[in-house]
């Protein structure tokens, strides 16, 4: 339900890109995001958008990272500079819809993102 693509492997300094779409079934979107797991450390927020365009950014990644969103496409993108080693982990896209009140989590298939000291 959530695709994401992008990621690999980049020297530190460098710039990648992530991008999500978000499929038909998932209805009622109201936050995307980007989540990361590093290894041996729990799951962390990246930055969350939401359908009206406030913006959250976790403090290690202000000025760097890049949350961008398309609501008619349903898709999220973030853009990630002067990476760093640091940044090394498992990257989640996240969709929240809500629903009579109620939340709902989707999460994607995790891309991973290596940078090289």
């Known amino acids: 339900q959530l695709q994401a693509s992008g990621g690999g492997l980049v020297q530190a300094g460098g710039s990648l890109r992530l991008s999500c779409v978000a499929s038909?079934?998932?209805?009622?979107?109201?936050?995307m995001g980007w989540y990361r797991q590093a290894p041996g450390k729990q799951r962390e927020l990246v930055a969350e958008?939401?359908?009206?365009?406030?913006?959250n950014y976790a403090d290690s990644v202000k000025g760097r990272f890049t949350i961008s969103r398309d609501n008619a496409k349903n898709t999220v993108t973030l853009q990630m500079n002067s990476l760093k080693p640091e940044d090394t982990g498992a990257y989640y896209c996240?969709?929240?819809?809500?629903?009579?009140?109620?939340?709902?989590?989707?999460w994607g298939q995790g891309t991973y993102v290596t940078v090289l000291q």
């Open positions: 996240n969709a929240k819809s809500v629903v009579i009140a109620t939340w709902y989590d989707y």
């Open positions: 038909g079934s998932i209805s009622s979107i109201n936050r």
């Open positions: 958008i939401s359908i009206g365009g406030s913006i």
